[in-house]
């Protein structure tokens, strides 16, 4: 795929790669990395500052939260969680939009009809109250959240490609596939396929940066994954409660997120220059 | 002309009748779904098998799901929309008492929202084809790629925490009174000719206002700036300057006017978006809107409630998008129907 590597010699896209390896190094090493237990309380040192300012703790990096946990280590393994949600709930919401799309786009007629308005009952729905009236039902847990991102986000994908779909299949090299005797999946798999995946990968960069997002407003709420694992969203709850005692415990979560977010949407601003995707401004 | 504004308002509006009539049977569908039971909840934990069953009785739920579809319904059109169980109120009423807060919040981030980014459209089209013009590409890229979730809490932290400059919970300072008339306090504390506590809403309301209006005003930003480029390739431009019009005239007297309309729309369209995006900011700065009921509602699983207020949310989002397709083929000249 040459035009995906040139999109390598993008600096955004560079830059980009190199903040989410770094965020992706914490997730995978985490238990390596992490000083402490990310569950470890200790309820002698509660809300201590980080180690360089007055009263810090060098055991403490970071500092304490309210329970007296590493907040160094609740950061880093929050990066675990905050990964796993933007890998598998992109992707998974990349596989059920696109094929929907492609279905919608490669057939038209009925099928069409009713993928379009299915799509349009579910975007009257706002994305952020779905999602929570979704995790009353589904109940905390990072499946169920990877599960509610997947329900409410597939729209996105969907929407986008199927426009992009409608535009391949009429190029002539679809038409002739078909007559060389391809069945429909040969032709969308071989011919379809290759066309809109540019706008696809560009896609999933984007949702990702959505996925955390959520991630850390549906942990914030206390509806995302279990109490018993570290997220970023829930760090901001417990701190937003002791705000005057230590605001770094909640400048530093508020920091993982925002680079984790801007990386995502440089990437996918990298992508979308440099593979030359159209995408709608309104695109958030 | 009015007249044709309401018609066509009014006929766009029953158009999307149909969807309203979808999403909230989805909604009920989904929410009876649930492995929560609002009979067990509605009564004391010592409740005997049988009082329960009793009570799902009495609340319709041993009928079939259809049929407890159209019970609902026709309630919800008699304007009941049950009774929340943690809270033991009409959900009706608990979500017309928030309802003005969220609204008055959506509206202040609206405006801000719009100044913002028609400043920095100008500014970002002033800087074309200068030194500054990729610093400040990639600077709006990334202010679009920060939500309102992220800037509520950015500037919470900034301007709560760090320099306390602005208060960050709730909506007045504690110790005002709360005054209720129509439910919009900004109007309600003029109204009862308190300066001193519309003075305090106006604070409690900037930060959680700005931090939405920050989130959506990219958008409109380089919408805008998109457009007056467009706008620039007209022969119109072009003649102005020939008329020997200053740069600044062409701009804002003739580009800007005609770069308005897609921005416009656009920006209704962000509206609909905006609204539901009150619930984060809500949540953030604890501000007492449907949003933080909604939340509570999530958290207590009080299924008549969480109905209610999805429903308002698709409601006030439908028609505000309906509203905005009108106005658009209103003001635009090329759309108008004899």
Same mark, same amino acid.
């Given at each position: 795929m040459p035009a995906i590597l040139r999109s390598l010699r993008s600096p955004r896209v560079l830059i980009a790669l190199g903040m989410i390896l770094g965020i992706a190094c914490c997730a995978v090493f985490a238990s390596s990395l /992490?000083?402490?237990?990310?569950?470890?309380?200790n309820l002698l040192s509660i809300l201590t500052p980080p /180690?360089? /300012?007055? &009263?810090?703790d060098p055991n403490y990096p970071l500092g304490t939260d309210s329970l007296g946990r590493c907040v160094l280590s609740r950061l880093i393994y929050g990066a675990r969680t905050a990964m796993l949600v933007a890998l598998f709930a992109s992707l998974g919401a990349m596989i059920v939009g696109s094929i929907l799309a492609h279905v919608s786009g490669y057939f038209g007629g009925a099928v069409d009809w009713i993928i379009g308005r299915m799509v349009d009952v579910w975007m009257s729905f706002p994305p952020v109250i779905l999602s929570l009236i979704l995790m009353v039902g589904l109940g905390v847990g990072l499946d169920k959240v990877i599960l509610a991102i997947v329900l409410v986000d597939w729209t996105r994908f969907c929407r986008v490609l199927r426009s992009e779909v409608l535009i391949v299949t009429r190029h002539d090299y679809v038409a002739a596939a078909r007559l060389l005797g391809f069945t429909h999946w040969q032709t969308i798999v071989r011919e379809v396929l290759p066309a809109t995946l540019p706008l696809l990968i560009t896609l999933i960069s984007l949702e990702m940066a959505i996925a955390v997002v959520v991630e850390a407003i549906l942990s914030f709420v206390g509806l &995302?994954? &279990?109490?018993?694992q570290p997220a970023w969203g829930q760090m901001i709850a417990d701190a937003r409660q002791y705000v005057y005692q230590s605001p770094w415990n909640l400048l530093l979560p508020i920091l993982a997120i925002f680079l984790t977010v801007t990386a995502f949407n440089l990437l996918g601003d990298g992508l979308r220059r440099t593979l030359d995707v159209r995408l709608a401004e309104t695109g958030r | 002309m009015i007249a044709t504004v309401v018609k066509l308002i009014v006929r766009r509006l029953l158009a999307a009748i149909p969807i309203l009539l979808i999403v909230s049977a989805l909604l009920f569908c989904v929410l009876r779904l649930l492995p929560v039971d609002p009979a067990a909840m509605s009564?004391? *934990?010592?409740?005997?098998i049988e009082e329960v069953e009793a009570k799902r009785r009495e609340m319709g739920l041993d009928k079939p799901l259809p049929q407890q579809y159209l019970i609902w319904l026709s309630d919800a059109l008699h304007g009941d929309f049950g009774r929340s169980i943690?809270? =033991?109120?009409e959900a009706g009423s608990l979500v017309a008492a928030t309802l003005p807060a969220t609204i008055e919040l959506a509206l202040c981030a609206m405006v801000i929202a719009a100044m913002l980014g028609l400043g920095g459209g100008l500014l970002l089209f002033h800087l =074309? +084809? %200068?030194?500054?013009e990729p610093v400040a590409d990639l600077v709006s890229v990334l202010l679009l790629s920060i939500p309102e979730f992220l800037w509520g809490l950015i500037l919470l932290f900034v301007f +709560?925490?760090?320099?306390?400059l602005m208060p960050f919970? +709730?909506?007045? %300072? *504690? +110790?005002l009174p709360i005054p209720h008339i129509t439910g919009f306090l900004l109007l309600d504390s003029l109204l009862i000719g308190r300066f001193d506590v519309f003075l305090s809403a106006c604070q409690h309301l900037i930060l959680p206002a700005v931090a939405l209006g920050l989130a959506f005003s990219p958008t409109i930003m380089r919408v805008l700036r998109s457009s007056l480029f467009d706008v620039y390739h007209e022969d119109y431009i072009e003649q102005a300057r020939l008329r020997g019009l200053s740069e600044g005239h062409i701009l804002l007297g003739h580009a800007l006017k005609n770069a308005a309309l897609p921005t416009l729309t656009l920006a209704g369209v962000q509206f609909g978006i905006l609204f539901s995006g009150t619930l984060l900011v809500e949540l953030i700065y604890s501000y007492p809107g449907m949003g933080n009921l909604m939340v509570d509602a999530v958290r207590n699983a009080d299924l008549p409630l969480i109905q209610a207020i999805g429903l308002t949310y698709c409601i006030v989002v439908l028609v505000i998008n309906t509203v905005v397709d009108s106005l658009y083929v209103v003001l635009n000249p090329k759309l108008r129907v004899r």
């Open positions: /992490a000083p402490h237990d990310p569950g470890d309380q /180690a360089w /300012a007055d &009263g810090g &995302g994954v &279990g109490a018993d | 009564l004391p *934990p010592t409740a005997t943690a809270l =033991r109120r =074309r +084809g %200068s030194v500054f +709560g925490v760090a320099l306390q919970t +709730g909506e007045v %300072s *504690p +110790g």
